[in-house]
């Protein structure tokens, strides 16, 4: 059964400040996604990473995935208030992104 | 404007009353999905869907039905709900063959008396 952790599960920071979200999962796979969730709103897709070492990058964050590691870091740098969410990972165990397991969810509050 | 239509956002029922809850998406995908969210516990994906007439169960099919008729529309069906179903329901889509990222609809809050 594949496994998908994150942590910290319960992030607040300072805004300015660099903080790292791990995404930690039990078994082989080669994609992996990462998903913010505003309060009371829906999904939405940030980052795709279908290979190892695959790296990317949009404004204050930065996606990253080791598959021999089987982790994945979520790296917020200079963090806004804006960025204020919750973060989940999730792991396809399936093709094209069928069987996603999701982790538990990393809630960012970053204060001004 | 592409998008994923769910509907009811909002439901309270009683226990053992049937209901369905509609997907809708015009994107044109081949594949659909529902998950619930539940605190702690992330989204865990019920039932999938690759094309027209062909579903399969996911991580937690138990007491949900669905069926896939048309491209554009994924229905969940709950024929006798029970307050264990209280949840928020995320219905999903995506291009096959595509990265997989899914689009996600607005959610649905349903609660079971």
């Known amino acids: 059964e594949l496994k998908v952790e994150q942590n910290p599960l319960f992030l607040s920071m300072q805004e300015g400040k660099n903080y790292t979200i791990y995404c930690n999962y039990s078994t082989t796979s080669d994609r992996l996604y990462w998903y913010r969730q505003d309060p009371g709103k829906s999904l939405e897709s940030l980052f795709v990473l279908l290979s190892n070492g695959a790296v990317k990058q949009e404004g204050r964050l930065m996606a990253s995935l080791d598959t021999k590691a089987r982790l994945s870091t979520l790296h917020i740098t200079a963090a806004v208030h804006d960025l204020s969410a919750t973060y989940f990972c999730?792991?396809?165990?399936?093709?094209?992104?069928?069987?996603?397991?999701f982790g538990e969810g990393t809630q960012l509050t970053v204060n001004p | 404007e592409a998008q994923v239509t769910q509907n009811p956002r909002y439901l309270i029922t009683v226990t053992g009353k049937k209901l369905t809850v509609t997907c809708s998406q015009n994107m044109n995908h081949e594949y659909m999905s529902w998950y619930r969210q539940d605190p702690g516990l992330g989204l865990r994906q019920i039932y999938y869907s690759m094309n027209v007439e062909v579903t399969d169960k996911g991580d937690v099919p138990e007491g949900y039905k669905v069926s896939r008729k048309e491209k554009r529309n994924f229905p969940l069906i709950l024929e006798s709900p029970s307050p264990n179903q209280t949840s928020l329901y995320f219905c999903?889509?995506?291009?096959?063959?595509?990265?997989?990222?899914?689009?996600f609809g607005e959610g649905s809050r349903l609660t079971v008396l």
């Open positions: 999730a792991v396809d165990r399936g093709t094209s992104g069928s069987r996603l397991t």
């Open positions: 999903a889509s995506s291009l096959i063959g595509g990265p997989g990222e899914l689009f």
